[in-house]
């Protein structure tokens, strides 16, 4: 008997217009009180969302600013550009509180360790670097691509370091002593960026073909594909539950990946043009998008509430998750009927489903218990 239950749709509740050129990149920070915003026009906008929508314009770089991050305390901002350097900033009136060179090329990314205490960083230059945030100190240096680094991010326990390249290839890196641990291939497109979940066990990479891969970061496997969008993809966020990706792409959609089920369950627009960032708050409650049509978009997320308990309630009946029949202008849904009519029973095809689900449900089981134990530690 099929479900009648449906997700939420998520719903767009603000619009921020401000920058004079395309968005690079977005970032909450950690008290969702504020959103950071880098641009081609050369600057960082950082956004207060608690009401007035007043924003602040940080300006400094030379050139367009690629990236921006908050650090884990929110008492600074970080920003990555083509000028080569990397600028620290106190997001308040205040402003800049420091400037280094960090790269001999486009700096393309910048990201704070999970203690504050360090700054990671991609460049054009075929390189990621580590620095120390007080005094801007060079750490070390993991050299092993051959062609532009997009993208750097570090575990949650800061012990791992993911890049990936133009060189199709993404690298696992050893934070200590800077080797490389492990390095995954991509015969046709290349990484444009990555995420860690949560959980620090999985890292996904969404390519230039649209595609994106969740490789588990202790066995190299590949454990979930999605072909989703019709041209690369731009951005991907994990939810902060670990059950959800949220990616943008330059064919103008976002979607929404229910990993724990692993297929899509919307697909949304209302940019104008390519998106190019994405981002979720730390509690997950809020995302926001942004596009080369110079906007920042805030959006209730909705589904995960009623997710969550409909999966309590699934897990309960012994049900599966229903699928959702919601349809709008700005919000899709995306269907299986098709899948379900033209099923394939070769041997093949079944061997294939077989070894997908058993994934899916290890997938479920190290994301449950993970998350079981965080809550248990929080008390």
């Not at 906008?45 to 991050?69: C, I, K, N, P």
């Not at 532009?148 to 326990?157: F, G, I, K, L, T």
């Not at 291939?185 to 949560?198: E, N, R, T, V």
Request: charged share 20%; net charge neutral; hydrophobic share 30%.
């Amino acid at each position: 008997m099929e479900s009648k239950f449906t997700y939420l749709e998520p719903s767009l509740e603000k619009q921020l217009k401000g920058h004079r050129n395309g968005i690079t990149a977005l970032y909450f920070s950690p008290n969702e009180q504020q959103i950071a915003s880098s641009s081609l026009d050369n600057s960082v906008l950082l956004w207060d969302l608690r009401g007035t929508m007043r924003s602040y314009r940080f300006q400094g770089h030379d050139e367009a600013v690629m990236d921006v991050t908050f650090s884990p305390s929110g008492k600074f901002m970080a920003s990555a550009s083509r000028d080569k350097t990397v600028r620290l900033w106190v997001p308040t009136v205040t402003g800049s509180t420091g400037m280094f060179k960090a790269h001999s090329q486009t700096v393309r990314s910048v990201q704070f360790s999970p203690d504050g205490t360090k700054i990671i960083t991609a460049s054009d230059d075929k390189i990621v670097k580590l620095w120390s945030t007080d005094k801007h100190k060079f750490l070390a240096s993991f050299v092993g691509h051959t062609n532009w680094v997009r993208c750097a991010r570090m575990s949650s326990d800061g012990s791992v370091i993911a890049s990936c390249s133009d060189d199709k290839s993404t690298k696992l890196w050893n934070q200590d002593n800077g080797e490389c641990i492990h390095t995954y291939k991509d015969q046709k497109g290349h990484g444009l960026c990555l995420a860690w979940h949560p959980s620090g066990c999985y890292i996904a990479v969404g390519t230039s073909h649209g595609n994106v891969k969740l490789y588990d970061v202790r066995t190299h496997n590949l454990v979930q594909y999605y072909s989703i969008h019709n041209d690369a993809i731009t951005s991907l966020a994990f939810h902060p539950s670990g059950s959800y990706i949220l990616t943008s792409s330059k064919d103008g959609k976002m979607k929404i990946l229910d990993l724990l089920e692993g297929h899509p369950i919307f697909t949304l627009s209302g940019h104008t043009g390519p998106v190019s960032a994405v981002n979720f708050s730390a509690g997950g409650d809020t995302f926001a998008s942004a596009g080369e049509d110079k906007l920042v978009f805030i959006w209730k997320t909705n589904f995960t509430e009623l997710a969550g308990d409909l999966k309590e309630n699934i897990e309960d009946n012994g049900s599966t998750m229903p699928k959702c029949m919601s349809q709008s202008s700005k919000i899709t849904s995306t269907s299986k009927d098709t899948k379900d009519r033209n099923q394939d029973y070769s041997l093949t095809s079944i061997t294939t489903q077989y070894t997908v689900a058993f994934q899916k449900i290890e997938f479920r089981e190290n994301c449950c218990n993970y998350y079981a134990l965080k809550r248990s530690s929080s008390y």
